[in-house]
């Protein structure tokens, strides 16, 4: 899988303007995400060494995940929120900073966003790991300022990400259950 992400790609001679995220679409093989995340992935990594996780399920110890997240539609109630049962790591390689909106103390109480970035002297972090069994989203927010208005950023999980360790569900739904 490797190799094919980085070998030359008959799609990168059209378009080398790393603004675009075209170039960044056809440059890491990305596809439209089919869940309820907004934006492009490509599965970057899965390593065959196998581990139990703490249900006693065998998993990959690890997997990365390349995205490529434009503007988001306005935090509110039919905003997707995610969880994970392994800590999630997320890295900031390019474009628009991404909010990462996380609900640390459940979800009838107050977020926390932490914003990945590269603008570190703006309180910006290049990388940052959402805490197992948080409810997240991550956000691309509009600014008039922003050049860009898409972010690049990969994840990795460990152990590695599978669907059954994985939920996702609006906000209004998780009010309501709590």
């Known amino acids: 899988l490797?190799?094919?992400l980085y070998s030359e790609n008959p799609g990168m001679s059209a378009n080398k303007d790393k603004n675009d995220p075209q170039y960044w679409i056809s440059a890491l093989n990305l596809v439209r995400?089919?869940?309820?995340e907004e934006g492009f992935f490509v599965?970057?990594?899965r390593d065959s060494f196998i581990v139990q996780n703490t249900s006693g399920?065998?998993?990959n110890i690890g997997t990365v995940a390349y995205f490529l997240q434009e503007e988001s539609s306005e935090f509110s109630d039919e905003t997707y929120l995610f969880r994970c049962q392994g800590t999630e790591m997320l890295f900031h390689h390019f474009g628009a900073p991404v909010t990462i909106r996380m609900f640390l103390d459940g979800i009838?109480?107050?977020f926390t966003d932490v914003v990945l970035?590269?603008?570190v002297s703006d309180g910006q972090v290049p990388f940052y790991a959402v805490p197992k069994e948080t409810w997240f989203t991550r956000?691309?927010?509009?600014?008039?300022t922003q050049e860009h208005k898409f972010a690049v950023y990969s994840c990795s999980l460990i152990p590695g990400f599978e669907l059954q360790d994985f939920t996702a569900e609006k906000l209004y739904n998780l009010k309501?259950?709590?």
Request: hydrophobic content about 15%.
């Open 139 to 144: 956000l691309v927010q509009k600014q008039s």
């Open 43 to 45: 599965e970057a990594y």
């Open 117 to 119: 970035g590269q603008n």
């Open 176 to 178: 309501l259950k709590n």
């Open 57 to 59: 399920h065998s998993r």
């Open 108 to 110: 009838n109480n107050s």
């Open 33 to 36: 995400h089919p869940g309820n």
């Open 2 to 4: 490797q190799e094919r």
